[in-house]
Structures are given as structure tokens and as C-alpha cells.
T-cell receptor, first 115, second 115 residues
Framework: KAGVTQTPRYLIKTRGQQVTLSCSPI?????VSWYQQTPGQGLQFLFE???????NKGNFPGRFSGRQFSNSRSEMNVSTLELGDSALYLC??????????????FGPGTRLTVT | AQTVTQSQPEMSVQEAETVTLSCTYDTSENNYYLFWYKQPPSRQMILVIRQEAYKQQNATENRFSVNFQKAAKSFSLKISDSQLGDTAMYFCAFMKHEYGNKLVFGAGTILRVKS
């Protein structure tokens, strides 16, 4: 089975711009979660989507948004980029059910640099 | 809110020896899951081992095993016969047993395996 894929792998944007990151989960997985990793804040949960619905949300401003498509692929969008948004954005997928399917498998990440 | 604490920012071990990484967590939940993830220099997050809180038996995966002490809220990772490829950042993570996946991560421990 193919793993979780994320595109693009690297991105450089200017402050004030917006960006869209994409994540394709493992085949059959219906849950996609997004995390931000920075040296200062570590790994922080952004949000989780399951069957095209946001099921869980972290403490990030409204500039961070996401969506999930019927094929379980997910995108996250960051508008009005700030220098502090520079980070590794990790996507993880899981089966998403309540019992025995909670393990999350991560993609390689998208490295976003805001200048 | 749940918190995860990894008190060892860095550790080193000689090849073929055994090392233990510490993790403590704080929660009022009774049902939850605990994980250890490994992040090598490639930045790919890899699931090492998982533990369900309702299981008293400690999880093992080949050279990796955990010491889960629910009352003490402690979840340490033991790596036996350390190999150079074990060099990585190791993250301890917590997930509530609920409808929705959200991992809460510790700050991580950098493990260096020396030849």
C-alpha cells in the first residue's frame, strides 16, 4: 500500500500571501489530521477531517482552514501568511473509527518558509 | 487538557547497548492511547509502538518495548541492542479514546547512537 503523500514538499511564500497544502491519505483511510511542527512550539494539532467533516480542531487562528474531499484527500489553507507560519506541516491518516483504528501514519511533510 | 512531558532533551547510547527514554503525561481520562514516534533526520514521522491504557500488558515490537505505569502516568520506551539507524528524535504522544483523532505530543528526546 502506498503511504501518505503530501505536496508540495517545499514551498517559499511571501508574508501576506496565501498557501494551499495537499495531503493524500493511505488508501482506505478516512481520517486526515494536520499538525504544525516548529522548533519553538514543537508539534501542534491543527485539525482533523473525517468523511469530509471537521471533527476536531486545535487552537489556531481562523487563517488556518482545511477541507476534505469525497476521496478522503485533504487540503489545508493558510491565508495572510505571517513569518511565524514558517514550519513543517505534517499530515497523518488513519482509518478513523472508534475501535482499533486510531493509529496515525504520517506523510513526509511540507516545509513552508515565509519571507 | 492533556500534557505530555519528556524530561530528557538529549541522550546518547553506544551501539548494541540498551537505552530507556522517559515520558510522563497528565490526564483525567481513563481510556486513552499512548504512542512513541520516531523522527529521523529525514523528518519522516514513524510509528514505533503503541499502548492501549486498558491493557495491563506492556507493548513490545521487536527491539522496542514500553514500561506503562498507569497509576504513575508514566510511559517509558526501552530500545534494546541499539543500532545506528535508531538515531532520531523520539516523541511520546497521547490520544484520548473519543470520536476524533488528536495526538498531543511531548517536546521530544534526541537520541544519538554512537559506534
Amino acid at each position: 500500500k502506498a503511504g501518505v503523500t503530501q505536496t508540495p514538499r517545499y514551498l517559499i511564500k511571501t508574508r501576506g500571501q496565501q498557501v494551499t497544502l495537499s495531503c493524500s491519505p493511505i488508501s482506505g483511510h478516512r481520517s486526515v489530521s494536520w499538525y504544525q511542527q516548529t522548533p519553538g512550539q514543537g508539534l501542534q494539532f491543527l485539525f482533523e477531517y473525517f468523511s469530509e467533516t471537521q471533527r476536531n480542531k486545535g487552537n489556531f487562528p481562523g487563517r488556518f482552514s482545511g477541507r476534505q474531499f469525497s476521496n478522503s484527500r485533504s487540503e489545508m489553507n493558510v491565508s495572510t501568511l505571517e513569518l511565524g507560519d514558517s514550519a513543517l506541516y505534517l499530515c497523518a491518516s488513519s482509518l478513523g473509527g472508534l475501535s482499533g483504528s486510531y493509529e496515525q501514519y504520517f506523510g513526509p511533510g511540507t516545509r513552508l518558509t515565509v519571507t | 487538557a492533556q500534557t505530555v512531558t519528556q524530561s530528557q532533551p538529549e541522550m546518547s547510547v553506544q551501539e548494541a547497548e540498551t537505552v530507556t527514554l522517559s515520558c510522563t503525561y497528565d490526564t483525567s481520562e481513563n481510556n486513552y492511547y499512548l504512542f512513541w514516534y520516531k523522527q529521523p533526520p529525514s523528518r519522516q514521522m514513524i510509528l514505533v509502538i503503541r499502548q492501549e491504557a486498558y491493557k495491563q500488558q506492556n507493548a513490545t515490537e521487536n527491539r522496542f518495548s514500553v514500561n506503562f505505569q498507569k497509576a504513575a502516568k508514566s510511559f517509558s520506551l526501552k530500545i534494546s541492542d541499539s543500532q545506528l539507524g535508531d538515531t532520531a528524535m523520539y516523541f511520546c504522544a497521547f490520544m484520548k479514546h473519543e470520536y476524533g483523532n488528536k495526538l498531543v505530543f511531548g517536546a521530544g528526546t534526541i537520541l544519538r547512537v554512537k559506534s
